[in-house]
T-cell receptor, first 109, second 116 residues
Framework: GQNIDQPTEMTATEGAIVQINCTYQ??????LFWYQQHAGEAPTFLSY????GLEEKGRFSSFLSRSKGYSYLLLKELQMKDSASYLC??????????FGAGTTVTVRA | EAEVAQSPRYKITEKSQAVAFWCDPI?????LYWYRQILGQGPELLVQ????????DSQLPKDRFSAERLKGVDSTLKIQPAELGDSAMYLC??????????????FGPGTRLTVL
């Protein structure tokens, strides 16, 4: 299995920036994913990284360093609707996807 | 927009009873996944189908859980008998192709199971 670590909770103010870190150990690597999950709802896809570097998509950006086993999800111009759990998931050498426990982000006015 | 359908959305049962969940993936999606998500944790893969065949069921507790996708379209996950520790959200997801060809899994709304 995989070892995926991310902070349990983060709190930020509306309009601010929050960075959610994810570290992983995996046997083989075929991509890292970030999903957003609102309470009681299904996860929805946010981003995918397979090469080192930054992928930007609107207010959300995701970074990957394969040599360090590290990724982060950057949320800019936070809105109240961004309050949710953010799941880091890693696809291993056998293309099996494993999820971290998730980081609950609370956005305050 | 095409969506993954699941039913029921909520299920309350007593321990030792049997329960069944249904999933209808996005039309044309060959790969179907069942996940279990315990509150405060990430989803854990229970079983993966490619068409009607099981690709991975290594994490499925086979003494009480079973899954089928007889015609390679919709799928049923069954628990018999249910135990208190089975209380969780059961999520179904699908992708168009196999494991190496997708970058996004499409999740259904889930079935919230409570075992009393």
């Amino acid at each position: 299995g995989q070892n995926i670590d991310q902070p349990t909770e983060m709190t930020a103010t509306e309009g601010a920036i929050v960075q959610i870190n994810c570290t992983y150990q995996t046997s083989g690597f075929n991509g890292l994913f970030w999903y957003q999950q609102h309470a009681g709802e299904a996860p929805t896809f946010l981003s995918y990284n397979v090469l080192d570097g930054l992928e930007e998509k609107g207010r959300f950006s995701s970074f990957l360093s394969r040599s360090k086993g590290y990724s982060y999800l950057l949320l800019k111009e936070l809105q109240m609707k961004d309050s949710a759990s953010y799941l880091c998931a890693v696809r291993d050498g056998d293309y099996k996807l494993s999820f971290g426990a998730g980081t609950t982000v609370t956005v305050r006015a | 927009e095409a969506e993954v359908a699941q039913s029921p959305r909520y299920k309350i049962t007593e321990k030792s009873q049997a329960v069944a969940f249904w999933c209808d993936p996005i039309s044309g999606h060959a790969t179907l996944y069942w996940y279990r998500q315990i509150l405060g944790q990430g989803p854990e893969l229970l079983v993966q189908f490619q068409d009607e065949s099981v690709v991975d069921d290594s994490q499925l507790p086979k003494d009480r859980f079973s899954a089928e996708r007889l015609k390679g379209v919709d799928s049923t996950l069954k628990i018999q008998p249910a135990e208190l520790g089975d209380s969780a959200m059961y999520l179904c997801a699908s992708t168009p192709g196999g494991q190496s060809s997708y970058n996004e899994q499409f999740f259904g709304p889930g079935t919230r199971l409570t075992v009393l």
